[in-house]
């Protein structure tokens, strides 16, 4: 299965907290989502033994999950059926194959949300 953690951190609390642009756990769940830094190099480390970070890991929720699902399965099969027919263009007795071979399993996504952290300071909208 591919693993994948595009997902935003929508029940995180750091995005309502006063250090969340130079907090390293932030930064932390920023790439673990895949999401741009909002400072490259954070200064502040919360304290030993926090912030605790739930890790949600999940494939198809529901119905529209499932379809979505589908949808990346057969666009990534088309895309190397092509890469395949196109390489294979001169040589019509060879074995036909992509550049890479791809997984048809459900994707995986990890969310990474802190939910608890010593050292938050509440700033709404910050």
């Avoid at 642009?21 to 480390?45: G, I, M, W």
């Avoid at 060879?94 to 509440?122: F, H, N, R």
């Amino acid at each position: 299965a591919t693993a994948s953690s595009s997902t935003t951190c929508l029940n995180c609390i750091c995005i309502d907290c006063k250090l969340v642009t130079r907090c390293k756990a932030y930064h932390f769940v920023e790439t673990k989502h895949e999401q741009p830094h909002l400072n490259q190099d954070p200064d502040f480390s919360p304290r030993e033994g926090s912030p605790t970070i739930h890790v949600n890991i999940r494939t198809i929720r529901n119905t529209d999950d499932l379809e979505r699902e589908r949808e990346r399965m057969w666009k990534e099969h088309a895309q190397q059926t092509k890469e395949a027919e196109e390489k294979a263009a001169g040589d019509k007795d060879g074995p036909l194959y992509g550049s890479e071979t791809y997984d048809l399993a459900p994707q995986v996504v990890y969310e990474y949300d802190v939910v608890k952290c010593e050292d938050y300071i509440e700033d709404k909208g910050c």
